[in-house]
């Protein structure tokens, strides 16, 4: 487990050192791209792996996210993505790219547990809100913003 965190990162190294990758904000963006969405084990599908997950992958820090998509792929699959035709991003740029893959969605319920409590906070002891998430596993369509040089994926469009 721990290697397959380390290998996309390793990659990236050796790319760069070899001149092959320039450093750069799209690179950060690769970086979180991978913490927030890949998770190429294939497990999944459960509301407890999205409560673990998004914790873990540090989503629950400031607040509940709303709705986040973890991507069961190894990430040569998700790179390749970035190799189909351009497409429209919703945001109007021409870099997205879509491809087909298996997904957990995480869909926060609106209910979490161990609120806010100022005293806590002042202590210095706020523990964030524990998450509820709802898992919906499904094999579908994704769109995914690519950048760099080489193409990787920085930004998942839907």
Do not use: W
């Not at 970086?31 to 190429?40: A, E, K, M, N």
């Not at 806590?120 to 040089?149: D, W």
């Amino acid at each position: 487990m721990a290697l397959q965190k380390t290998l996309p990162l390793l990659l990236l190294l050796l790319l760069t050192l070899l001149g092959l990758v320039q450093p750069s904000y799209g690179q950060f963006m690769y970086q979180r791209f991978l913490r927030q969405h890949v998770d190429s084990t294939g497990r999944g599908g459960t509301n407890l792996y999205c409560n673990t997950m998004m914790q873990i992958r540090g989503m629950t820090s400031r607040g509940c996210k709303e709705f986040n998509t973890f991507i069961h792929e190894d990430i040569e699959t998700i790179i390749s993505i970035c190799s189909t035709p351009n497409i429209r991003c919703k945001n109007g740029k021409m870099n997205c790219h879509e491809g087909v893959v298996r997904v957990t969605d995480c869909k926060y319920t609106g209910s979490s547990k161990a609120p806010y409590c100022s005293y806590r906070a002042i202590m210095g002891l706020y523990q964030p809100p524990t998450c509820n998430y709802q898992a919906t596993a499904s094999t579908r369509r994704v769109v995914i913003a690519c950048e760099g040089k080489p193409l990787v994926p920085v930004h998942l469009d839907s």
